[in-house]
Antibody, heavy 117, light 110 residues
Framework: EVQLVQSGAEVKKPGESLKISCEAS????????IGWVRQMPGKGLEWMGL????????RYSPPFQGQVVISVDKSRTTSYLQWNSLKASDTAIYYC??????????WGQGTQVTVSS | QSALTQPASVSGSPGQSITISCTGT?????????VSWYQQHPGKAPKFIIY???KRPSGISNRFSGSKSGSTASLTISGLQAEDEADYYC??????????FGGGTQVTVL
């Protein structure tokens, strides 16, 4: 069974850059996708996009295209979510999630990102 | 891609059955049998409870069941228990080769 371990909480100022990570372990095949999900304070889940460990395919939900960058390090079975210039509205919990056969079947523990001046 | 439409809240008494709807379009819910459902307790990561409209993963209680009619999927919780109090989200594959969540439904056990 795969385990997804995310990097720790971050506190940043508007305009700063940030890269958070999600390391997968426990499934040596790595033949699956890692998605990213945003949950703003007191709000619902939003699918942001996903990346495939064994290829270069990365897909974004339209609202997040151009706002974040998803990347993957296949050798480390790690997916990353990156911002070049954070805004206060990026304050949220970000979950990584394994997507396999059109389903999210495993979740990371979440990374709290707080953007405040 | 608009979020799928779910009622904001549903409530029921212990032992009762409740149903949560998830309405989309023919480009998502109505076009594929690829709707899944997730349960999220406060402060916790979501948990996978239904996939492919009506299938339960191993370890999930048979009190949870799913169905679909046209572009509306539904999650039914029978024999409602206090531990079922949580937020529930539907999730669907879409024709643009992306995925979309529902807005979420808060379930309250009275």
């Amino acid at each position: 069974e795969v385990q997804l371990v995310q990097s720790g909480a971050e506190v940043k100022k508007p305009g700063e850059s940030l890269k958070i990570s999600c390391e997968a372990s426990g499934d040596s095949r790595a033949n699956y996708w890692i998605g990213w999900v945003r949950q703003m304070p007191g709000k619902g889940l939003e699918w942001m996009g996903l990346s495939y460990f064994f290829g270069s395919d990365i897909r974004y939900s339209p609202p997040f295209q151009g706002q974040v960058v998803i990347s993957v390090d296949k050798s480390r079975t790690t997916s990353y979510l990156q911002w070049n210039s954070l805004k206060a509205s990026d304050t949220a919990i970000y979950y990584c999630a394994r997507q396999q056969n059109y389903v999210i079947d495993s979740w990371g523990q979440g990374t709290q990102v707080t953007v405040s001046s | 891609q608009s979020a799928l439409t779910q009622p904001a809240s549903v409530s029921g008494s212990p032992g009762q059955s409740i149903t949560i709807s998830c309405t989309g379009t023919t480009s998502d819910v109505g076009g594929y049998n690829l709707v899944s459902w997730y349960q999220q307790h406060p402060g916790k990561a979501p948990k996978f409870i239904i996939y492919e409209v009506s299938k339960r993963p191993s370890g999930i209680s048979n009190r949870f069941s799913g169905s679909k009619s046209g572009s509306t999927a539904s999650l039914t919780i029978s024999g409602l228990q206090a531990e079922d109090e949580a937020d529930y989200y539907c999730f669907s594959y879409t024709s643009s080769d992306r995925w979309v969540f529902g807005g979420g439904t808060q379930v309250t056990v009275l």
